[in-house]
C-alpha cells in the first residue's frame, strides 16, 4: 500500500461525485475554508461509519473555528445519501466510486483495492497541515490542532502593522464622528 500524500503536499483537485450524482470537486467542498477530510472504506464499515459520527456530534466545533468537514468514500452516491440521511450528517459526502481521486492521493492498495481510512486537515490552498492513516485521529484533537492555529492557509496574508495601525485610526475617526452627530438631524 502507497504511503498516501505527506504533510505539504497539496492534494489533487479532482473530480468526485455529490450525494445527488453531480460532479464536485475538493475546492468546491472547502469553499474558501480549512478543510477536515475523512477518506474511509464505505457505509457498510462499522469503523468508518463511527468515525462520520464524531464528525457530526463536533460539526459546530469546527464550524466555530472557520473549518468545514466532507467525507469521500468509494461507495455510489446513492448509498452516501442514504448514509447522509440516516445518520443526520449535517457536511458533505462525496463519492468516487471509480476511485480516480483516491488513486491519485495514493490511497487506494494497488494489490487489493481497499481504500486507507484517513483523515486529512487541509489549509485554504488545499495542502496537507496534518494527517492520520490507519488509527484515526479524535475530532477534539483536530478541533485543537486548528484551534492553535496548525491549520493556516497559504492563500490569505497578513495586513502589515502599519495598516493595521491606520485601520485603527480610520475605524476609531468614524466611531468619534458618529458619537458626536447631533442627534436627529440626518445627514
Known amino acids: ?6 504533510v505539504g503536499t497539496v492534494l489533487a483537485d479532482a473530480p468526485l461525485l455529490d450525494t445527488k450524482g453531480k ?16 477518506v474511509y472504506e464505505g457505509a457498510a464499515s462499522p469503523t468508518a461509519v463511527r468515525h462520520l459520527l ?12 472557520g473549518a468545514r468537514i466532507a467525507a469521500v468514500s468509494p461507495d455510489e ?10 445518520r443526520g450528517l449535517g457536511f458533505a459526502l462525496a463519492c468516487d466510486p471509480e476511485k480516480k ?3 491519485e492521493w495514493g490511497l487506494v492498495d494497488p494489490g487489493t483495492g481497499e481504500v486507507r481510512e484517513s483523515l486529512f ?13 490507519g488509527k484515526l485521529t479524535d475530532a477534539d484533537k483536530i478541533l485543537l490542532f486548528i484551534r492553535r492555529g496548525g491549520a493556516k492557509g497559504a492563500t490569505r496574508a497578513e495586513p ?22 447631533t442627534p436627529g438631524v440626518v445627514r
Not at 464524531?54 to 473555528?65: G, H, I, P, S, V
Not at 486537515?121 to 492513516?133: F, H, I, Q, T, Y
Not at 502589515?160 to 464622528?177: K, L, P, Q, T
Open 1 to 6: 500500500m502507497s504511503d498516501g500524500p505527506a
Open 23 to 38: 460532479t464536485t470537486s475538493l475546492s468546491r467542498l472547502a469553499g474558501d475554508r480549512v478543510l477536515v477530510l475523512l
Open 54 to 65: 464524531e464528525l457530526r456530534n463536533a460539526t459546530m466545533a469546527f464550524d466555530r473555528l
Open 77 to 86: 452516491p446513492p448509498s452516501a445519501a442514504f448514509l447522509k440521511t440516516e
Open 101 to 103: 481521486a483516491l488513486r
Open 121 to 133: 486537515v487541509l489549509g485554504r490552498d488545499r495542502g496537507v497541515k496534518a494527517l492520520s492513516m
Open 160 to 181: 502589515s502593522a502599519a495598516a493595521r495601525v491606520g485601520g485603527f485610526f480610520v475605524r476609531a475617526a468614524a466611531a468619534i464622528r458618529h458619537a458626536l452627530r
